[in-house]
């Protein structure tokens, strides 16, 4: 176990070092939106996305929600939540209304940052909901999130946390009963990955 424990990195430090090892190399490629994104250019992104959170002053204990279609945008926030250490709580869009609203209410997030096209009910939600765009969208509107985060740094030196901190909190599919949330700490998150 102390073997396995030694070879423990956080997301930041994973995410640099893949940056500077493969670059201009494709990192991720979307076949839906025929776009792909470059291991440094992906960096940069979350990059951008963790200095926001910083500055807004979110903490390790503190939650993001996420809610959005798969996509390049999509992943960059939930890494971006990652790689600055606080708790990422990615919600499937196709889940109800009703248990979007629930799982929301469980963990009671700084920021629900969802798809743009997809309409929520914030009359009286004491959350943020910030919606999100395609990155390629060529004018942004106020208010939204890859415009917010455009000019901040790529750069980004202070993740938060350890690895037995909490990393993600998922819910199961509510198609027959309420969603259930399962805690996953950082450490075990980083084996999932490595494992797979």
């Known amino acids: 176990m102390e073997e396995n424990q030694a070879m423990y990195r956080d997301m930041h430090s994973i995410m640099v070092h893949n940056a500077e090892r493969f670059g201009s190399k494709k990192y991720i490629i979307s076949v839906d939106q025929n776009r792909d994104i470059t291991f440094s250019a992906f960096n940069e992104q979350c990059g951008r996305i963790a200095n926001f959170l910083k500055d807004k002053g979110i903490k390790k204990d503190d939650t993001v929600s996420l809610i959005g279609k798969n996509s390049i945008e999509t992943l ?14 990615p ?30 009910d914030q009359t009286d939600s004491p959350y943020s909901w910030l919606p999100f765009s395609t990155l390629d969208v060529k004018e942004r509107r106020e208010g939204e999130f890859f415009s917010m985060i455009e000019n901040f740094e790529p750069d980004f030196e202070t993740p938060l946390g350890r690895k037995d901190d909490i990393a993600e909190i998922v819910f ?6 309420r969603p259930k949330g399962v805690v996953i700490s950082r450490e075990a998150l980083f084996y999932q990955v490595r494992h797979h």
């Open 76 to 89: 960059s926030i939930y890494f971006g939540v990652l790689k600055y250490g606080a708790i990422a709580n």
């Open 91 to 120: 919600i499937n869009f196709e889940e109800s209304r009703e248990n979007i609203y629930h799982i929301i209410g469980r963990v009671k997030p700084k920021f629900v940052i969802h798809n743009e096209e997809m309409d929520f």
């Open 172 to 177: 199961t599919s509510g198609t027959t009963e």
